[in-house]
């Protein structure tokens, strides 16, 4: 059993930056991938990053890259994900996940079997 814990969420105006952390509990090392999703009260939950965590590998949606970067420190057992030049419509309630199982599509919500409780990101002037 894997626990995620985010932090670093807040208020910023446009333009500013964020870092959100995520640490695990077990041996994220691990596990196939991790990744970021995001979610607006009454929309569904949308990946936006994923790092492979064997190969170090990224990927992102279109509507961040560019402006957001995630990584992991597996001496810590924590990801990031630094969101730089942030919007408006970068305001939502960010998680992290993880899943163990090999070729899952890791941006795909009902891929991954670990959550946290989200912390929440608020982009206004």
């Known amino acids: 059993q894997v626990q995620l814990v985010e932090s670093g969420g807040g208020s910023v105006q446009p333009g500013g930056s964020l870092r959100l952390s995520c640490a695990a509990s077990?041996?994220?090392?691990?596990?196939?991938?991790m990744a970021w999703f995001r979610q607006v009260l009454g929309k569904e939950r949308e990946g936006v990053a994923l790092?492979?965590?064997?190969?170090?590998?990224?990927f992102y949606v279109d509507s961040v890259k560019g402006r957001f970067t995630i990584s992991l420190d597996y001496s810590k057992n924590t990801l990031y994900l630094q969101m730089n030049n942030l919007k408006p419509e970068d305001t939502a309630m960010y998680y992290c996940?993880?899943?163990?199982?090999?070729?899952?599509?890791?941006?795909?919500?009902?891929?991954?079997?670990?959550w946290g409780h989200g912390t929440q990101v608020t982009v206004s002037s």
């Open positions: 077990g041996n994220i090392g691990s596990s196939y991938c």
């Open positions: 790092i492979d965590t064997r190969r170090g590998s990224t």
């Open positions: 996940a993880t899943t163990w199982k090999t070729n899952s599509d890791c941006l795909a919500r009902n891929e991954l079997d670990y």
